[in-house]
Protein backbone atom coordinates (compact mmCIF):
# COMPACT_ATOMS: atom_id res chain seq x y z
CA UNK A 1 0.00 0.00 0.00
CA UNK A 2 3.09 2.51 0.09
CA UNK A 3 2.83 4.73 -2.76
CA UNK A 4 6.58 6.17 -2.71
CA UNK A 5 8.09 3.08 -3.50
CA UNK A 6 7.41 1.11 -6.27
CA UNK A 7 6.01 2.67 -8.94
CA UNK A 8 4.46 0.91 -11.54
CA UNK A 9 7.26 1.55 -14.33
CA UNK A 10 10.97 2.51 -13.82
CA UNK A 11 12.55 5.75 -13.88
CA UNK A 12 15.86 6.56 -15.13
CA UNK A 13 17.98 8.95 -13.13
CA UNK A 14 20.78 10.18 -15.06
CA UNK A 15 19.21 11.78 -18.15
CA UNK A 16 18.88 15.67 -18.73
CA UNK A 17 15.75 17.84 -18.82
CA UNK A 18 15.10 20.91 -21.65
CA UNK A 19 11.72 22.32 -20.18
CA UNK A 20 13.35 25.22 -18.95
CA UNK A 21 16.90 24.88 -20.25
CA UNK A 22 16.68 28.47 -21.64
CA UNK A 23 17.60 30.27 -18.48
CA UNK A 24 19.77 27.71 -17.37
CA UNK A 25 23.85 27.98 -17.54
CA UNK A 26 24.34 24.42 -16.39
CA UNK A 27 22.27 20.66 -16.15
CA UNK A 28 20.18 20.40 -12.93
CA UNK A 29 22.50 18.33 -10.19
CA UNK A 30 21.55 14.52 -10.30
CA UNK A 31 20.58 14.13 -6.93
CA UNK A 32 18.82 17.74 -6.90
CA UNK A 33 16.97 16.32 -9.75
CA UNK A 34 15.80 13.25 -7.93
CA UNK A 35 15.00 14.92 -5.15
CA UNK A 36 12.59 17.35 -6.82
CA UNK A 37 10.78 15.18 -8.73
CA UNK A 38 7.59 13.17 -8.01
CA UNK A 39 7.05 11.47 -10.79
CA UNK A 40 8.16 8.29 -8.71
CA UNK A 41 4.25 8.74 -7.09
CA UNK A 42 2.15 11.38 -9.57
CA UNK A 43 2.41 9.24 -12.56
CA UNK A 44 -0.30 7.32 -10.44
CA UNK A 45 -2.75 10.08 -12.22
CA UNK A 46 -1.54 9.91 -15.24
CA UNK A 47 -5.48 8.74 -16.84
CA UNK A 48 -6.38 12.46 -15.25
CA UNK A 49 -3.87 14.59 -16.59
CA UNK A 50 -4.13 13.42 -19.73
CA UNK A 51 -7.88 13.78 -19.74
CA UNK A 52 -6.99 17.39 -18.43
CA UNK A 53 -4.72 17.94 -21.66
CA UNK A 54 -7.14 16.36 -23.71
CA UNK A 55 -10.03 19.00 -22.22
CA UNK A 56 -7.44 21.92 -22.38
CA UNK A 57 -6.43 21.35 -26.32
CA UNK A 58 -10.04 21.19 -27.02
CA UNK A 59 -11.18 24.21 -25.36
CA UNK A 60 -8.01 26.14 -26.90
CA UNK A 61 -9.34 24.37 -30.29
CA UNK A 62 -13.09 26.04 -29.61
CA UNK A 63 -11.55 29.16 -28.78
CA UNK A 64 -9.21 29.06 -31.90
CA UNK A 65 -5.81 28.96 -29.97
CA UNK A 66 -5.34 26.19 -31.86
CA UNK A 67 -6.50 24.48 -34.77
CA UNK A 68 -8.58 21.53 -35.36
CA UNK A 69 -6.07 19.27 -36.65
CA UNK A 70 -3.76 20.66 -34.46
CA UNK A 71 -6.35 19.58 -31.53
CA UNK A 72 -6.85 16.17 -32.86
CA UNK A 73 -2.73 14.98 -33.20
CA UNK A 74 -2.67 16.47 -30.13
CA UNK A 75 -5.72 14.32 -28.65
CA UNK A 76 -4.75 11.30 -30.62
CA UNK A 77 -0.77 11.40 -29.65
CA UNK A 78 -2.04 11.80 -25.97
CA UNK A 79 -4.48 8.81 -26.56
CA UNK A 80 -1.20 6.82 -27.81
CA UNK A 81 0.61 7.80 -24.56
CA UNK A 82 -2.00 6.57 -22.59
CA UNK A 83 -1.82 3.21 -24.12
CA UNK A 84 1.77 2.89 -23.75
CA UNK A 85 1.59 3.89 -19.97
CA UNK A 86 -0.92 0.86 -19.74
CA UNK A 87 0.80 -1.35 -21.81
CA UNK A 88 3.88 -0.95 -19.81
CA UNK A 89 6.00 0.41 -22.80
CA UNK A 90 6.57 4.08 -21.39
CA UNK A 91 9.82 5.10 -19.86
CA UNK A 92 9.38 7.31 -17.03
CA UNK A 93 12.16 9.79 -16.84
CA UNK A 94 13.36 11.25 -13.25
CA UNK A 95 15.15 14.16 -15.14
CA UNK A 96 11.26 14.96 -16.63
CA UNK A 97 10.31 15.80 -12.98
CA UNK A 98 6.80 15.32 -12.83
CA UNK A 99 3.95 13.03 -14.74
CA UNK A 100 2.85 16.14 -16.79
CA UNK A 101 6.22 16.81 -18.33
CA UNK A 102 6.62 13.18 -18.64
CA UNK A 103 3.75 13.43 -20.81
CA UNK A 104 4.01 16.88 -22.50
CA UNK A 105 8.10 15.44 -23.43
CA UNK A 106 6.28 12.08 -25.08
CA UNK A 107 3.66 14.38 -26.83
CA UNK A 108 6.50 16.39 -28.36
CA UNK A 109 8.65 13.33 -29.23
CA UNK A 110 5.52 12.00 -31.35
CA UNK A 111 4.22 14.90 -32.94
CA UNK A 112 6.41 17.45 -33.15
CA UNK A 113 5.71 21.26 -32.81
CA UNK A 114 2.38 21.09 -32.12
CA UNK A 115 2.88 19.23 -28.91
CA UNK A 116 5.30 22.22 -27.55
CA UNK A 117 1.62 23.91 -28.22
CA UNK A 118 -0.57 22.01 -25.45
CA UNK A 119 0.80 23.70 -22.43
CA UNK A 120 -0.54 27.08 -24.24
CA UNK A 121 -2.17 29.43 -21.65
CA UNK A 122 -1.45 26.83 -19.24
CA UNK A 123 1.12 26.36 -16.01
CA UNK A 124 1.72 22.79 -14.41
CA UNK A 125 0.26 24.62 -11.11
CA UNK A 126 -3.29 24.94 -12.54
CA UNK A 127 -2.52 21.48 -14.17
CA UNK A 128 -1.03 19.69 -11.20
CA UNK A 129 -4.11 21.31 -8.98
CA UNK A 130 -6.75 19.51 -11.63
CA UNK A 131 -5.17 16.14 -11.86
CA UNK A 132 -5.27 15.85 -8.05
CA UNK A 133 -9.43 17.18 -8.19
CA UNK A 134 -9.94 14.64 -11.07
CA UNK A 135 -8.58 11.68 -9.45
CA UNK A 136 -9.72 12.23 -5.88
CA UNK A 137 -13.13 12.71 -7.18
CA UNK A 138 -13.02 9.37 -9.10
CA UNK A 139 -11.74 7.92 -5.87
CA UNK A 140 -14.34 9.47 -3.30
CA UNK A 141 -16.79 7.57 -5.52
CA UNK A 142 -15.10 4.49 -5.41
CA UNK A 143 -14.75 4.47 -1.86
CA UNK A 144 -18.28 5.44 -1.82
CA UNK A 145 -19.32 2.33 -3.49
CA UNK A 146 -17.11 -0.05 -0.84
CA UNK A 147 -19.04 2.14 1.77
CA UNK A 148 -22.49 1.51 0.60
CA UNK A 149 -21.68 -2.36 0.44
CA UNK A 150 -20.72 -1.77 3.91
CA UNK A 151 -23.76 -0.49 4.99
CA UNK A 152 -25.83 -3.08 2.99
CA UNK A 153 -24.24 -5.78 4.53
CA UNK A 154 -24.43 -4.01 8.29
CA UNK A 155 -28.62 -4.09 7.09
CA UNK A 156 -28.02 -7.73 6.18
CA UNK A 157 -27.00 -8.64 9.47
CA UNK A 158 -28.69 -6.77 11.72
CA UNK A 159 -31.98 -7.87 9.78
CA UNK A 160 -30.96 -11.54 10.87
CA UNK A 161 -30.86 -10.03 14.29
CA UNK A 162 -33.29 -8.66 15.24
CA UNK A 163 -34.10 -10.44 18.56
CA UNK A 164 -30.49 -11.73 18.85
CA UNK A 165 -30.18 -10.22 22.79
CA UNK A 166 -26.48 -9.40 24.31
CA UNK A 167 -25.71 -7.16 27.06
CA UNK A 168 -24.95 -3.47 25.73
CA UNK A 169 -22.36 -1.83 27.68
CA UNK A 170 -21.10 1.67 29.28
CA UNK A 171 -17.07 1.58 30.87
CA UNK A 172 -17.11 -1.83 29.43
CA UNK A 173 -19.45 -2.86 32.36
CA UNK A 174 -22.99 -5.18 31.55
CA UNK A 175 -25.74 -2.05 31.67
CA UNK A 176 -28.45 -3.08 30.11
CA UNK A 177 -29.86 -5.57 27.35
CA UNK A 178 -29.86 -4.32 23.94
CA UNK A 179 -30.30 -6.23 20.85
CA UNK A 180 -27.55 -7.21 18.20
CA UNK A 181 -29.33 -5.92 15.45
CA UNK A 182 -29.65 -2.38 17.48
CA UNK A 183 -25.71 -2.76 17.83
CA UNK A 184 -25.15 -2.78 14.55
CA UNK A 185 -27.26 0.16 13.55
CA UNK A 186 -25.45 1.58 15.32
CA UNK A 187 -22.19 0.92 13.36
CA UNK A 188 -24.51 1.91 10.09
CA UNK A 189 -25.33 5.23 11.36
CA UNK A 190 -21.71 5.88 11.77
CA UNK A 191 -20.99 5.31 8.29
CA UNK A 192 -24.24 7.25 7.20
CA UNK A 193 -22.08 10.37 8.42
CA UNK A 194 -19.15 9.08 6.65
CA UNK A 195 -20.67 8.89 3.78
CA UNK A 196 -22.49 12.26 4.48
CA UNK A 197 -19.19 13.52 4.55
CA UNK A 198 -17.64 12.67 1.64
CA UNK A 199 -20.12 13.56 -0.69
CA UNK A 200 -20.25 16.60 0.95
CA UNK A 201 -16.11 17.41 0.35
CA UNK A 202 -16.49 15.84 -3.15
CA UNK A 203 -18.97 19.59 -3.96
CA UNK A 204 -15.50 21.29 -3.36
CA UNK A 205 -13.23 18.96 -4.69
CA UNK A 206 -15.10 18.60 -8.00
CA UNK A 207 -14.57 22.53 -9.25
CA UNK A 208 -11.59 23.76 -11.74
CA UNK A 209 -8.47 25.30 -11.12
CA UNK A 210 -7.35 25.01 -14.86
CA UNK A 211 -7.50 28.79 -16.16
CA UNK A 212 -5.57 30.09 -13.64
CA UNK A 213 -2.19 28.90 -15.35
CA UNK A 214 0.67 30.24 -13.13
CA UNK A 215 -1.04 31.86 -10.94
CA UNK A 216 -2.96 35.26 -12.40
CA UNK A 217 -4.40 33.83 -14.72
CA UNK A 218 -3.50 33.95 -18.84
CA UNK A 219 -3.91 36.26 -21.46
CA UNK A 220 -5.51 33.62 -23.64
CA UNK A 221 -8.90 34.14 -24.64
CA UNK A 222 -9.99 30.85 -22.26
CA UNK A 223 -13.42 29.29 -21.71
CA UNK A 224 -13.16 27.66 -18.75
CA UNK A 225 -16.87 27.15 -18.27
CA UNK A 226 -16.54 24.91 -21.68
CA UNK A 227 -13.14 22.92 -19.84
CA UNK A 228 -15.42 22.20 -16.74
CA UNK A 229 -17.92 21.07 -18.41
CA UNK A 230 -16.03 18.36 -20.58
CA UNK A 231 -14.49 17.78 -17.44
CA UNK A 232 -17.59 17.16 -15.63
CA UNK A 233 -16.48 19.95 -13.04
CA UNK A 234 -19.35 21.32 -11.10
CA UNK A 235 -17.97 24.90 -11.16
CA UNK A 236 -14.86 26.44 -11.90
CA UNK A 237 -12.47 28.25 -9.29
CA UNK A 238 -13.31 31.66 -8.74
CA UNK A 239 -9.86 33.25 -7.62
CA UNK A 240 -6.37 31.87 -9.77
CA UNK A 241 -4.41 32.41 -6.95
CA UNK A 242 -6.59 30.24 -4.47
CA UNK A 243 -6.68 27.64 -7.39
CA UNK A 244 -2.94 27.14 -8.07
CA UNK A 245 -2.50 27.13 -4.26
CA UNK A 246 -5.05 25.38 -1.57
CA UNK A 247 -4.80 22.10 -0.93
CA UNK A 248 -8.08 22.82 1.71
CA UNK A 249 -9.88 19.77 -0.36
CA UNK A 250 -7.04 17.65 0.30
CA UNK A 251 -7.39 18.15 3.88
CA UNK A 252 -11.08 18.07 4.01
CA UNK A 253 -10.63 14.35 2.35
CA UNK A 254 -7.88 13.04 4.81
CA UNK A 255 -10.19 14.61 7.76
CA UNK A 256 -13.19 12.43 6.03
CA UNK A 257 -10.57 9.36 5.83
CA UNK A 258 -9.75 9.88 9.38
CA UNK A 259 -13.25 9.71 10.47
CA UNK A 260 -13.88 6.79 8.52
CA UNK A 261 -10.76 4.81 10.25
CA UNK A 262 -12.16 6.11 13.70
CA UNK A 263 -15.31 4.32 13.14
CA UNK A 264 -13.80 1.48 11.76
CA UNK A 265 -11.38 0.92 14.49
CA UNK A 266 -13.75 1.45 16.62
CA UNK A 267 -15.75 -1.33 15.09
CA UNK A 268 -12.67 -3.45 15.35
CA UNK A 269 -12.16 -2.77 18.96
CA UNK A 270 -15.04 -4.32 19.70
CA UNK A 271 -14.77 -7.45 17.02
CA UNK A 272 -11.77 -8.26 19.17
CA UNK A 273 -13.36 -8.34 22.16
CA UNK A 274 -15.95 -10.43 20.86
CA UNK A 275 -14.07 -13.07 19.40
CA UNK A 276 -12.00 -13.33 22.67
CA UNK A 277 -12.11 -16.39 24.73
CA UNK A 278 -13.55 -14.30 26.95
CA UNK A 279 -16.54 -13.26 25.25
CA UNK A 280 -17.27 -15.17 22.56
CA UNK A 281 -19.65 -13.46 21.41
CA UNK A 282 -18.93 -13.69 17.24
CA UNK A 283 -16.60 -16.29 15.58
CA UNK A 284 -14.83 -14.35 12.58
CA UNK A 285 -14.30 -17.14 9.67
CA UNK A 286 -10.69 -18.33 9.34
CA UNK A 287 -10.09 -16.86 6.19
CA UNK A 288 -9.95 -13.51 7.93
CA UNK A 289 -7.69 -14.69 10.53
CA UNK A 290 -4.55 -16.14 10.89
CA UNK A 291 -2.48 -18.37 13.71
CA UNK A 292 0.33 -18.32 15.72
CA UNK A 293 4.06 -19.75 14.48
CA UNK A 294 4.03 -20.67 18.23
CA UNK A 295 0.95 -21.59 19.98
CA UNK A 296 -1.36 -23.89 17.64
CA UNK A 297 -5.03 -22.84 19.40
CA UNK A 298 -3.94 -19.46 18.07
CA UNK A 299 -6.72 -17.99 16.02
CA UNK A 300 -6.09 -14.17 15.76
CA UNK A 301 -8.62 -11.47 14.25
CA UNK A 302 -6.09 -9.81 12.68
CA UNK A 303 -8.11 -7.95 10.22
CA UNK A 304 -9.66 -5.90 12.54
CA UNK A 305 -6.57 -5.38 14.66
CA UNK A 306 -5.10 -4.57 11.26
CA UNK A 307 -7.31 -1.38 10.87
CA UNK A 308 -7.22 -0.61 14.00
CA UNK A 309 -3.64 0.30 13.36
CA UNK A 310 -4.13 1.73 10.13
CA UNK A 311 -6.16 3.94 11.50
CA UNK A 312 -3.22 5.97 12.98
CA UNK A 313 -1.57 6.45 9.88
CA UNK A 314 -4.31 8.31 8.27
CA UNK A 315 -4.65 10.37 11.19
CA UNK A 316 -1.16 11.41 10.67
CA UNK A 317 -1.82 12.35 6.89
CA UNK A 318 -3.95 14.80 8.06
CA UNK A 319 -1.64 15.89 10.74
CA UNK A 320 0.84 15.95 7.54
CA UNK A 321 -1.27 17.87 5.14
CA UNK A 322 -2.46 20.50 7.71
CA UNK A 323 1.05 21.20 8.54
CA UNK A 324 2.22 21.36 4.75
CA UNK A 325 -0.57 24.09 3.93
CA UNK A 326 -0.36 26.42 7.15
CA UNK A 327 3.04 28.36 6.74
CA UNK A 328 2.37 28.94 2.71
CA UNK A 329 2.06 32.00 1.06
CA UNK A 330 -0.01 32.38 -1.86
CA UNK A 331 0.79 31.53 -4.09
CA UNK A 332 1.67 28.35 -5.88
CA UNK A 333 5.09 26.61 -3.63
CA UNK A 334 7.11 23.69 -4.37
CA UNK A 335 5.90 22.56 -0.74
CA UNK A 336 2.90 21.63 -2.50
CA UNK A 337 4.21 18.45 -4.31
CA UNK A 338 4.26 16.98 -0.64
CA UNK A 339 0.37 16.73 -0.61
CA UNK A 340 0.31 14.02 -2.91
CA UNK A 341 1.61 10.84 -0.63
CA UNK A 342 -0.05 11.84 2.44
CA UNK A 343 -3.30 12.04 0.75
CA UNK A 344 -2.84 8.74 -1.55
CA UNK A 345 -1.45 6.41 1.38
CA UNK A 346 -4.92 7.73 3.22
CA UNK A 347 -7.02 6.81 -0.34
CA UNK A 348 -4.85 3.77 0.37
CA UNK A 349 -5.80 3.08 3.56
CA UNK A 350 -9.55 3.71 3.55
CA UNK A 351 -10.18 1.73 0.55
CA UNK A 352 -7.87 -1.18 2.04
CA UNK A 353 -9.57 -1.25 5.17
CA UNK A 354 -13.21 -0.72 3.89
CA UNK A 355 -13.03 -3.56 0.95
CA UNK A 356 -11.77 -5.81 4.70
CA UNK A 357 -14.95 -5.10 6.34
CA UNK A 358 -17.10 -5.22 3.18
CA UNK A 359 -16.14 -8.95 2.88
CA UNK A 360 -16.07 -9.53 6.58
CA UNK A 361 -19.29 -8.35 8.06
CA UNK A 362 -21.58 -10.63 6.36
CA UNK A 363 -19.61 -13.45 7.40
CA UNK A 364 -19.48 -12.67 10.89
CA UNK A 365 -21.35 -15.46 12.90
CA UNK A 366 -22.61 -14.49 16.37
CA UNK A 367 -22.95 -16.76 19.24
CA UNK A 368 -26.23 -16.04 20.03
CA UNK A 369 -26.71 -18.62 22.98
CA UNK A 370 -23.37 -17.12 24.45
CA UNK A 371 -24.65 -13.77 23.90
CA UNK A 372 -27.56 -14.14 25.91
CA UNK A 373 -26.23 -16.09 28.36
CA UNK A 374 -23.84 -12.66 28.92
CA UNK A 375 -26.74 -10.60 28.91
CA UNK A 376 -28.46 -12.83 31.91
CA UNK A 377 -25.47 -11.75 33.91
CA UNK A 378 -24.33 -8.71 35.46
CA UNK A 379 -27.80 -7.31 36.31
CA UNK A 380 -28.60 -5.71 32.82
CA UNK A 381 -32.49 -5.54 34.12
CA UNK A 382 -31.81 -3.67 37.52
CA UNK A 383 -33.03 -0.25 35.41
CA UNK A 384 -35.96 -2.13 34.14
CA UNK A 385 -36.90 -3.03 38.23
CA UNK A 386 -36.60 0.30 39.14
CA UNK A 387 -38.70 1.10 36.23
CA UNK A 388 -41.20 -1.25 37.75
CA UNK A 389 -41.40 0.33 40.76
CA UNK A 390 -41.91 3.92 39.52
CA UNK A 391 -45.13 2.66 37.61
CA UNK A 392 -46.38 1.34 40.96
CA UNK A 393 -45.90 5.10 42.28
CA UNK A 394 -42.37 4.89 43.67
CA UNK A 395 -40.22 8.17 43.06
CA UNK A 396 -37.04 7.03 40.78
CA UNK A 397 -34.21 7.83 43.53
CA UNK A 398 -36.28 5.79 45.59
CA UNK A 399 -36.68 3.18 43.09
CA UNK A 400 -33.03 3.05 42.38
CA UNK A 401 -31.63 2.98 46.19
CA UNK A 402 -34.56 -0.41 46.98
CA UNK A 403 -33.29 -2.08 43.58
CA UNK A 404 -29.39 -1.32 44.73
CA UNK A 405 -30.26 -3.19 47.64
CA UNK A 406 -31.68 -6.33 46.07
CA UNK A 407 -28.58 -6.21 43.78
CA UNK A 408 -26.26 -6.48 46.63
CA UNK A 409 -28.47 -9.54 47.63
CA UNK A 410 -28.21 -10.82 44.28
CA UNK A 411 -24.08 -10.67 44.71
CA UNK A 412 -23.80 -12.08 48.02
CA UNK A 413 -25.99 -14.70 46.98
CA UNK A 414 -24.25 -15.14 42.82
CA UNK A 415 -27.61 -15.08 41.58
CA UNK A 416 -29.12 -12.52 38.76
CA UNK A 417 -32.40 -10.54 39.79
CA UNK A 418 -34.57 -13.28 37.97
CA UNK A 419 -33.33 -15.64 40.15
CA UNK A 420 -33.99 -14.44 43.25
CA UNK A 421 -37.42 -15.94 44.81
CA UNK A 422 -40.54 -13.42 44.46
CA UNK A 423 -40.54 -13.44 48.71
CA UNK A 424 -36.70 -12.24 48.55
CA UNK A 425 -37.20 -9.36 46.31
CA UNK A 426 -40.29 -8.21 48.40
CA UNK A 427 -37.87 -7.85 51.38
CA UNK A 428 -36.95 -4.28 49.81
CA UNK A 429 -40.67 -3.13 48.48
CA UNK A 430 -44.13 -4.76 49.05
CA UNK A 431 -44.93 -3.02 45.94
CA UNK A 432 -43.09 -5.88 44.08
CA UNK A 433 -45.35 -8.59 42.43
CA UNK A 434 -45.27 -12.06 40.80
CA UNK A 435 -45.80 -10.21 37.52
CA UNK A 436 -42.19 -8.85 37.98
CA UNK A 437 -40.46 -12.07 36.22
CA UNK A 438 -42.72 -11.31 33.15
CA UNK A 439 -42.74 -7.13 33.07
CA UNK A 440 -39.33 -6.25 34.48
CA UNK A 441 -37.07 -8.93 34.79
CA UNK A 442 -36.44 -11.09 31.73
CA UNK A 443 -34.11 -10.01 28.79
CA UNK A 444 -37.08 -10.23 26.26
CA UNK A 445 -39.04 -7.44 28.82
CA UNK A 446 -36.79 -5.33 29.04
CA UNK A 447 -35.55 -5.05 25.18
CA UNK A 448 -39.25 -4.59 23.96
CA UNK A 449 -40.29 -1.82 26.65
CA UNK A 450 -37.53 0.34 24.42
CA UNK A 451 -40.27 0.79 21.99
CA UNK A 452 -39.61 3.95 20.33
CA UNK A 453 -37.46 5.65 17.57
CA UNK A 454 -33.84 4.64 18.30
CA UNK A 455 -34.83 2.29 20.86
CA UNK A 456 -33.44 -1.59 20.85
CA UNK A 457 -36.51 -3.63 20.52
CA UNK A 458 -37.07 -5.82 18.37
CA UNK A 459 -40.05 -4.11 16.37
CA UNK A 460 -37.90 -0.38 16.15
CA UNK A 461 -35.10 -2.55 15.38
CA UNK A 462 -37.65 -4.17 11.91
CA UNK A 463 -38.74 -0.75 11.75
CA UNK A 464 -35.03 1.09 11.70
CA UNK A 465 -34.09 -1.44 9.22
CA UNK A 466 -36.50 -0.90 6.73
CA UNK A 467 -36.10 3.21 6.34
CA UNK A 468 -32.32 2.51 6.61
CA UNK A 469 -32.90 0.71 3.12
CA UNK A 470 -34.68 3.68 2.11
CA UNK A 471 -32.26 5.88 3.23
CA UNK A 472 -29.84 4.38 1.26
CA UNK A 473 -31.23 5.08 -1.93
CA UNK A 474 -31.49 8.11 -1.12
CA UNK A 475 -27.76 8.25 -0.30
CA UNK A 476 -26.08 7.22 -3.31
CA UNK A 477 -29.32 7.84 -5.95
N1 LIG B 1 5.32 18.33 -9.59
C1 LIG B 1 4.71 19.55 -9.18
C2 LIG B 1 3.73 19.26 -8.00
O1 LIG B 1 3.49 18.14 -7.80
C3 LIG B 1 3.94 20.14 -10.31
C4 LIG B 1 3.83 21.64 -10.25
C5 LIG B 1 5.17 22.25 -10.28
N2 LIG B 1 5.15 23.62 -10.60
C6 LIG B 1 6.26 24.32 -10.52
N3 LIG B 1 6.21 25.55 -10.89
N4 LIG B 1 7.38 23.81 -10.07
O2 LIG B 1 3.26 20.12 -7.35
Not at 311 to 332: C, E, H
Amino acid sequence: MTTSSNPPNSVTPDQTSGMWGGRFSEATDAFVAEFTASVQFDQRFYKQDIAGSIAHATMLAKVSVLTEAERDDIIEGLSTIRSEIEAGTFEWRIDLEDVHMNIESRLTQRIGITGKKLHTGRSRNDQVATDIRLYLRDEIDDILKLLERLQKGLLGLAAKNVNTIMPGFTHLQTAQPVTFGHHLLAWFEMLVRDSERLQDCRKRVNRLPLGSAALAGTTYPIDRAYTAELLGFEAVCENSLDAVSDRDFAIEFNAAASLIMMHLSRMSEELILWTSAQFKFVNIPDRFCTGSSIMPQKKNPDVPELIRGKSGRVFGDLISLLTLMKGQPLAYNKDNQEDKEPLFDAIDTVRGSLMAFADMIPALVPNIEIMREAALRGFSTATDLADYLVKKGVAFRDAHEIVGKAVALGVAEEKDLSELTLEQLQQFSDLITADVFDKALTLEASVNARDHIGGTSPKQVEAAIARAHTRLEQLYA
